[in-house]
């Protein structure tokens, strides 16, 4: 079956294809800028309600699942994933301008992070189980029977990324981790991937109807402008929020949700330049190396990720000339990109513009242009640390394949730069040996400011596992406690419950005396 046989332009509902009403959004192909059917209309406020009230109709039934069934519900989507086969890689490569092998990619990790939480789920250890025991002869105060486990938050809504088709986005890792929770999801699609958005919204339809769970477990949604997501986030029956997009976006949901007569938390990933220190005794060794190492993360496609090294730290010398050299070289000899929709091409030649309007920025080196539409061409700018210390603007995220090098003249100035940034999802160190005690000096401060810290690395590409950190304190993120990828992120959708003195019949199963769930245990302060 081909793509336009399975697209029907409808929001999918708890199960029900519905058809909207309101302004249409067409996709685009960013690399021709061609219009793509077929159109999907958005929805109401009433839809909001329908898909709402069907999740919380569906989350006790959902959350009381067994824990294999919970596993198996999410092992089930990325089988239904897999059966799209070429159908949604040809769609997703239409509507981003990315190539297949980059979307093929893409899928895997979905697909992965799917089957992570399945055995997260499985392991049990994020319900956290804990069980103190009665000691009622205990001096000079009796001590009741307190057990301790964490519960889902409820019906959780996700907003789909515009650089991650996939990965960010209906079945992406918030959608993942708050289904591993035991929550039901509302997904807002991203109106730059309507068509991908609907594919893989009804492979999660398909897992919900095979492995028999009510219907308001999932529903897809789609609607221009802010009408849509602030019903979404505004209504009683969502618990949380899960948003990757730009600072903007991300503050006006936070504040809708602050303001709802029951606020409630959102996990907002928004900005962040994710600086690289290159060390002075690296730099006198690897100058060249680690200039070709940056210039490829940067440009690593066209720079639309939320890693990409968008400043880099250098100590003024010759060293520092030969990696200005060699940026300069690689990057001169690149061509462009396709940019993910003419709107963030758009924002980029507006930050491109900016940088280049500053006297205090020079720039170093930009590559080819291009004719076609929406084509990143690579920027990289040179400034003093004390010109950027006193120019905040100097600090704003150019999303796309631009860096900004920073030149100290001593290392204070490294820590001055580490301490003037605002937080960050990632900061880099590349060192030797022999930078170590330099090193020492900056790594507290860099503690505090990012939620990643990569030694000899670069900061483009996150490892779906237990130990990966995608956060960061703000405006990296909107809460520095939670990470957006890994096992982890499950712990953002889940709130602890203690029960004190509850007679067995009622225990729930994960913090009972016999453990049938055989999940790890805290038993009077010993792991079990």
Same mark, same amino acid.
């Given at each position: 079956?081909?793509?336009?046989?399975?697209?029907?332009?409808?929001?999918?509902v708890? *199960?029900?294809?519905?058809?909207?009403?309101?302004q249409? /959004?067409?996709?685009?192909n $960013?690399a021709?800028?061609?219009?793509?059917?077929?159109?999907?209309?958005?929805?109401?406020?009433?839809?909001?309600?329908?898909?709402?009230?069907?999740?919380?109709?569906?989350?006790?039934?959902?959350?009381?699942?067994?824990?294999?069934?919970?596993a198996?519900?999410?092992?089930c989507?990325?089988?239904?994933?897999?059966?799209?086969?070429?159908?949604?890689?040809?769609?997703?490569? =239409?509507e981003?301008?990315l190539?297949?092998?980059?979307?093929?990619?893409?899928?895997?990790r979905?697909?992965?992070?799917?089957? =992570?939480?399945?055995?997260?789920v499985?392991?049990g250890?994020a319900?956290?189980?804990?069980i103190? $025991?009665?000691? &009622?002869?205990?001096?000079?105060?009796?001590?009741?029977?307190?057990?301790?486990?964490k519960?889902p938050l409820?019906?959780?809504?996700?907003?789909?990324a515009?650089n991650?088709?996939?990965?960010?986005?209906?079945?992406?890792?918030?959608?993942?981790?708050?289904?591993a !929770?035991?929550c039901?999801? /509302?997904?807002?699609?991203?109106?730059?991937?309507?068509?991908t958005?609907?594919?893989?919204?009804?492979a999660i339809?398909?897992?919900?109807?095979?492995c028999?769970? &009510?219907?308001?477990?999932f529903?897809?949604?789609?609607?221009?402008?802010?009408?849509? *997501?602030?019903?979404?986030v505004?209504?009683?029956?969502?618990?949380?929020?899960g948003?990757? *997009?730009?600072?903007?976006? *991300?503050? !006006?949901?936070?504040?809708?949700?602050a303001?709802? $007569?029951?606020p409630?938390?959102?996990?907002?990933?928004?900005?962040?330049?994710?600086?690289?220190?290159?060390?002075?005794?690296?730099?006198?060794?690897?100058?060249?190396?680690v200039?070709?190492?940056?210039?490829?993360?940067?440009?690593?496609?066209a720079g639309?990720?939320?890693?990409?090294?968008?400043?880099?730290?250098l100590?003024?010398?010759? @060293?520092a000339?030969?990696?200005?050299?060699?940026?300069?070289?690689?990057?001169?000899?690149?061509?462009?990109?396709?940019?993910l929709?003419?709107?963030?091409?758009?924002?980029?030649?507006?930050g491109v513009?900016?940088?280049?309007?500053?006297?205090? @920025?020079? =720039?170093?080196?930009?590559?080819?242009?291009?004719?076609?539409?929406?084509?990143?061409?690579?920027?990289?700018?040179?400034t003093?640390?004390?010109?950027?210390?006193?120019?905040?603007?100097?600090?704003?995220?150019?999303?796309?394949?631009?860096?900004?090098?920073?030149?100290?003249d001593?290392?204070d100035?490294?820590?001055?730069?580490?301490?003037?940034?605002?937080?960050?999802?990632?900061?880099?160190?590349?060192?030797?040996?022999?930078?170590?005690?330099?090193v020492?000096?900056?790594?507290?401060?860099?503690?505090?400011?990012?939620?990643?810290?990569?030694?000899?690395?670069?900061?483009?590409?996150?490892?779906?596992?237990y130990?990966?950190?995608?956060?960061?304190?703000?405006?990296?993120?909107?809460?520095?406690?939670?990470?957006?990828?890994?096992?982890a992120?499950?712990?953002?959708f889940l709130? &602890?419950?203690?029960?004190q003195?509850?007679?067995?019949?009622?225990? &729930?199963?994960?913090?009972?005396?016999?453990n049938?769930?055989?999940?790890?245990?805290?038993?009077?302060?010993?792991?079990?």
């Amino acid at each position: 079956m081909n793509t336009n046989e399975l697209l029907k332009g409808t929001l999918l509902v708890a *199960g029900q294809d519905i058809l909207g009403t309101q302004q249409a /959004i067409h996709a685009i192909n $960013p690399a021709t800028n061609e219009t793509l059917a077929p159109a999907y209309l958005g929805g109401t406020k009433a839809n909001v309600e329908q898909a709402a009230g069907a999740a919380w109709q569906a989350f006790d039934q959902y959350r009381a699942l067994s824990v294999e069934q919970r596993a198996a519900f999410l092992e089930c989507i990325a089988d239904e994933i897999l059966a799209l086969g070429d159908a949604l890689v040809e769609r997703a490569v =239409l509507e981003s301008g990315l190539p297949k092998a980059r979307i093929e990619g893409e899928r895997g990790r979905t697909m992965g992070q799917l089957k =992570l939480f399945a055995n997260v789920v499985r392991l049990g250890k994020a319900t956290d189980a804990r069980i103190d $025991p009665a000691m &009622p002869d205990r001096a000079p105060l009796p001590r009741a029977d307190l057990r301790f486990q964490k519960i889902p938050l409820g019906p959780v809504a996700v907003f789909g990324a515009s650089n991650f088709p996939l990965a960010f986005s209906v079945a992406g890792g918030d959608t993942a981790s708050a289904l591993a !929770a035991g929550c039901p999801v /509302i997904v807002k699609a991203h109106s730059a991937h309507p068509g991908t958005s609907e594919l893989v919204g009804r492979a999660i339809t398909a897992a919900v109807k095979k492995c028999g769970l &009510p219907a308001g477990v999932f529903s897809l949604l789609y609607g221009s402008g802010r009408e849509i *997501g602030s019903a979404l986030v505004a209504h009683p029956a969502i618990k949380a929020v899960g948003f990757t *997009g730009s600072r903007s976006g *991300g503050m !006006a949901l936070m504040s809708i949700a602050a303001n709802r $007569p029951e606020p409630i938390p959102v996990y907002a990933e928004m900005s962040s330049i994710n600086p690289v220190f290159v060390m002075p005794e690296k730099l006198q060794v690897d100058a060249q190396a680690v200039a070709k190492g940056f210039v490829g993360s940067l440009t690593m496609g066209a720079g639309q990720f939320c890693t990409s090294p968008g400043l880099v730290v250098l100590l003024k010398g010759d @060293a520092a000339e030969t990696f200005k050299a060699t940026v300069t070289s690689e990057v001169q000899a690149l061509g462009t990109q396709t940019m993910l929709t003419p709107g963030i091409y758009q924002a980029y030649c507006d930050g491109v513009a900016k940088l280049n309007g500053n006297s205090a @920025a020079v =720039l170093l080196a930009k590559g080819q242009q291009s004719d076609q539409p929406n084509q990143c061409c690579p920027h990289v700018f040179a400034t003093s640390a004390k010109t950027f210390l006193a120019d905040a603007s100097m600090e704003d995220e150019v999303f796309g394949s631009t860096s900004l090098l920073i030149e100290c003249d001593t290392l204070d100035e490294y820590k001055a730069v580490a301490e003037h940034l605002e937080g960050q999802l990632t900061a880099t160190v590349q060192m030797l040996e022999a930078d170590v005690e330099a090193v020492r000096g900056l790594l507290p401060t860099l503690e505090r400011k990012v939620g990643r810290i990569l030694c000899n690395g670069y900061p483009t590409g996150v490892e779906v596992c237990y130990s990966m950190v995608h956060g960061g304190p703000f405006p990296a993120t909107s809460d520095s406690r939670s990470t957006s990828v890994g096992s982890a992120a499950i712990e953002r959708f889940l709130r &602890p419950v203690c029960y004190q003195d509850f007679p067995s019949a009622l225990i &729930p199963a994960a913090i009972q005396d016999k453990n049938p769930l055989n999940i790890p245990q805290l038993v009077d302060g010993k792991l079990v």
